[in-house]
């Protein structure tokens, strides 16, 4: 464990030193390298951008490659007096003021009305660093104007500003413009687990995204939060310490609460959701964190990139993209909507119990068409062998219609055709059958063609195994000849149930044109109010 004596804050002490050393900002540091070796140095420059990026740090290095002792160079030695002045900020010819306060604003018209005119006391330039420059005021925008508009030869103005829009133009357009970025992730993360490195702190990877994260482009911001994660903790900074420093949910209840919710478990969502509730978690937090870890999930399922947190993609291992996009945007629409009430504890609940109600319908409604599936083959069988269907709707949807004759047959069969995708001459064979149940519950297969039926006559064992398998029960299976015999009516063209999409997501419903449902399946559909995509069975 490294020791916690009071040291120079972190981000003071990894303030860069040379233009190399700034992150993030090449174009900057390239310009104003090429502007010091070309010796084409401007009366004032604009530097903008977010907080934290450099701006500060860059006009001190481009103030020591002006005054170095060997300078001006774009490498200042860094050892010389001037150098080492002004890494401190106590040189008296590189002046930094803060705009923001007021009374630097009167004191920054002060100094230049008073001090621009004036030689420089020993360095080569007079450079004037003014922060927050879109503060100052008109008086002293004013005083600035008339010292642009003639400059003496060795004064050079840096002003940074966050706020580039409140600069005046006027001002503006004498200044050369830099733009600074927001720093990236990538770039942050190595950034700060190098310096933990140096450092001596222990700090998890986790952690280190997490804050980077949370800084959101200011590099400042991000190596601060390390600071006062490591004077947080005192075992090395931990994910959890992040959390807590943040006021984030812990993992551990987060990541239970998306369990619940992709296995769609409401005992546990429940008791995730107090648990959560009673720790005084925030709801707007809550969904946030809950956002942030599905999301890293769904585009690991796009293939984008991998989820940082391994135990969030075991989670979701059985939910499709498409399962976790739906979820995904119902939870926005909670974040939404937590924004503009004054019952967030509500719509909290609401809205993740609606998630879960969706998604349970979803799932007790595929189940329900597929036994209804299983039954309506059933019913086919009957009929076909002429015998009327009976009360059987007692505990299934009892406005059922009766299926026409052979339709739950074809389902079943196209089933068994399509179990047989490895033998293609088989598959062929079997779908030139027309399959007709007897009041015994076994089917009878005709065929038209004399090689059909022996090559069925052959398969039979394997026929009656696959048909076994679909109904679920042993069934004996007879080839004949159908010649002579009527030609059986065409059945109506059914899509298969036999593509992997998601039983999560809906599509539109297919009807015949007369407007009737064109399958069993479809029928159910109708009965059901809604359309079905089937998973495939393992
Ligand atoms: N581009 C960068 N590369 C390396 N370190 C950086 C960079 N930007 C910021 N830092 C770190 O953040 C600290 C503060 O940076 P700096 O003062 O230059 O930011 P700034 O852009 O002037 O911010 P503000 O707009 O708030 O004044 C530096 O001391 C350094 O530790
Ligand atoms: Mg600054
Ligand atoms: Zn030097």
Redesign the pocket.
């Known amino acids: 464990m490294a020791d916690k004596a009071p040291y120079t804050v972190l981000?003071?002490k990894?303030?860069?030193q040379t233009f190399d050393?700034?992150?993030?900002?090449d174009g900057v540091s390239q310009t104003l390298k090429n502007a010091i070796s070309s010796k084409r140095i401007a009366h004032a420059y604009l530097f903008t951008?977010p907080?934290?990026?450099?701006?500060?740090?860059?006009a001190r290095i481009f103030a020591k490659a002006l005054n170095c002792a060997q300078g001006p160079t774009p490498k200042p030695c860094g050892k010389c007096d001037p150098c080492r002045e002004i890494a401190r900020s106590s040189s008296i010819d590189v002046l930094e003021m803060d705009a923001a306060t007021h009374t630097q604003v009167e004191k920054v018209r002060e100094v230049i009305i008073e001090t621009v005119g004036l030689a420089t006391n020993r360095d080569r330039y007079k450079v004037f660093v003014i922060?927050e420059a879109h503060m100052l005021s008109t008086a002293a925008f004013n005083a600035l104007l008339k010292t642009l508009e003639e400059p003496p030869p060795h004064v050079v103005f840096i002003l940074?500003t966050?706020e580039a829009g409140k600069v005046p133009a006027t001002i503006a357009s004498r200044c050369q413009r830099f733009r600074?970025r927001p720093?990236d992730q990538e770039t942050m993360v190595a950034?700060l687990g190098s310096l933990a490195k140096k450092e001596g702190m222990a700090v998890e990877d986790d952690a280190v995204e997490t804050l980077a994260r949370h800084a959101a482009g200011s590099?400042?911001d991000a190596?601060s939060l390390l600071d006062q994660a490591w004077t947080l903790s005192d075992k090395g900074v931990t994910a959890e310490t992040i959390r807590r420093m943040f006021g984030l949910v812990p993992a551990e209840l987060m990541l239970g609460l998306g369990e619940a919710l992709l296995k769609r478990d409401v005992r546990v969502l429940a008791e995730r959701l107090e648990a959560a509730l009673a720790e005084g978690i925030d709801p707007g937090q809550l969904v946030r964190d809950l956002r942030e870890s599905l999301h890293a999930v769904y585009l690991e399922k796009l293939g984008v990139r991998q989820a940082a947190d391994r135990s969030w993609s075991r989670a979701a291992r059985e939910v499709s993209s498409q399962g976790l996009g739906c979820l995904l945007q119902r939870i926005n629409r909670i974040a939404e909507e937590l924004k503009s009430t004054d019952s967030p504890r509500s719509v909290l609940e609401l809205g993740l119990y609606g998630c879960l109600h969706e998604a349970a319908d979803l799932a007790a409604w595929v189940e329900r068409l597929e036994a209804l599936e299983g039954r309506l083959g059933a019913v086919g069988a009957v009929e076909a062998g002429g015998q009327p269907r009976a009360g059987d709707s007692a505990d299934g949807p009892g406005e059922l219609e009766p299926a026409e004759a052979s339709s739950g047959d074809e389902e079943v069969w196209r089933a068994v055709a399509r179990s047989f995708k490895d033998r293609p001459i088989l598959a062929e064979v079997l779908s030139h059958a027309r399959p007709l149940t007897s009041p015994d519950g076994g089917w009878r297969l005709t065929f038209d063609r004399e090689f059909d039926l022996e090559a069925a006559a052959k398969s039979l064992p394997a026929i009656e195994a696959s048909l076994a398998t679909i109904l679920g029960k042993p069934v004996a299976v007879v080839v004949e000849s159908g010649k002579g015999l009527p030609e059986a009516s065409e059945a109506a063209e059914v899509p298969g149930p036999d593509d992997a999409g998601p039983a999560e997501c809906v599509s539109e419903s297919d009807v015949t044109a007369s407007g009737e449902p064109a399958s069993p399946l479809k029928k159910a559909e109708k009965i059901l109010g809604g359309t079905v995509k089937f998973t495939k069975k393992k």
């Open positions: 981000a003071r990894y303030r860069p050393e700034v992150l993030a900002q951008g907080r934290g990026v450099g701006k500060t740090t860059m922060d940074a966050t600074f720093v950034h590099l400042r190596v």
